[in-house]
């Protein structure tokens, strides 16, 4: 069967310089393992599927998939899937606001521009926050080769993925961190952040990695983003508006715009479609 397809740049107004997302249009009647395998095939970090919803007040029903699984809520297909169903002449029922419906539940998304690649921000998810075991903090510092002295703060952090989330010392430290993937891929999903110096153009550096379901280091990543973002603004290590950076390392320009808002926590960016055509599935 022929599908409409959208290749979607998030995190950028830039074409190349975000976070690729792989989106098909009309996926009612592919199963599990047909969607799995496509995603594989794609070989992104992940690969949403457009489906009718079925909770009345969703716009529309959202599945994402990695190389490695299906998740129940990511930032950057929330953001890419939002944009490619607006593009694809869909209509919400808000005119600023679009409801997303995924594995996590529904999703608020907040348009600002439809359909012109401006930028759109989610609603933050619940986060759940937990202790990180000191013997597993000490072996994943040990994969990331980083010393205890950078680390000034750890923290798992739920909000459907699950990640472990560093604070370091600054950004210098994070763009430095060369992972022994093998070793990391039996221990954790792991976000690193770290602050730029007074004065830069985004106040922090953000890096994922993710071995464990096929993606040793996405480019951008909203979920980690808003684990990140309630856990430091929930402790007083970052503004309630600011803008962090990801993907230097992988010759990207990722830019998540944060915005605590009237006790809602607002996760960001730009969209721009890269390529549109037909997958036949």
Not at 11 to 33: K, M, R, Y
Not at 61 to 79: K, M, N, S
Not at 218 to 236: E, F, M, R, Y
Request: glycine fraction near 10%.
């Amino acid at each position: 069967m022929i599908r409409r397809f959208t290749q979607v740049d998030v995190f950028t107004a830039t074409p190349l310089l975000g976070n690729p997302l792989a989106v098909v249009h009309d996926a009612q009647g592919l199963s599990d393992p047909q969607m799995q395998a496509f995603a594989r095939w794609t070989n992104l970090s992940e690969t949403s599927f457009l489906l009718p919803p079925t909770d009345p007040a969703a716009d529309y029903r959202v599945r994402i998939f990695t190389p490695g699984g299906e998740l129940p809520f990511a930032g950057h297909p929330t953001l890419g899937s939002c944009h490619a169903w607006l593009e694809a002449d869909g209509v919400p029922r808000a005119a600023d606001e679009v409801v997303q419906q995924c594995g996590l539940g529904l999703v608020r998304v907040r348009v600002r521009v439809p359909r012109e690649g401006t930028r759109c921000a989610f609603a933050a998810p619940p986060l759940q926050v937990g202790e990180v075991e000191e013997d597993v903090l000490a072996a994943v510092l040990k994969a990331l080769d980083v010393p205890r002295c950078k680390v000034r703060a750890a923290q798992w952090l739920d909000n459907g993925p699950k990640w472990l989330g560093l604070l370091l010392d600054d950004a210098a430290t994070v763009l430095a961190i060369e992972p022994d993937q093998a070793m990391l891929k039996g221990l954790a999903k792991v976000g690193v952040v770290g602050p730029h110096p007074a004065g830069a153009e985004c106040q922090f550096e953000v890096r994922a990695f993710a071995p464990s379901i096929g993606v040793p280091e996405d480019p951008v990543t909203g979920s980690l983003n808003a684990g990140l973002a309630q856990w430091l603004i929930g402790h007083g290590a970052a503004p309630a508006l600011y803008v962090a950076a990801q993907g230097a390392r992988l010759g990207r320009a990722g830019r998540v715009h944060v915005a605590f808002e009237a006790g809602t926590l607002w996760v960001g960016g730009s969209s721009v479609s890269c390529i549109r055509g037909e997958v036949a599935l």
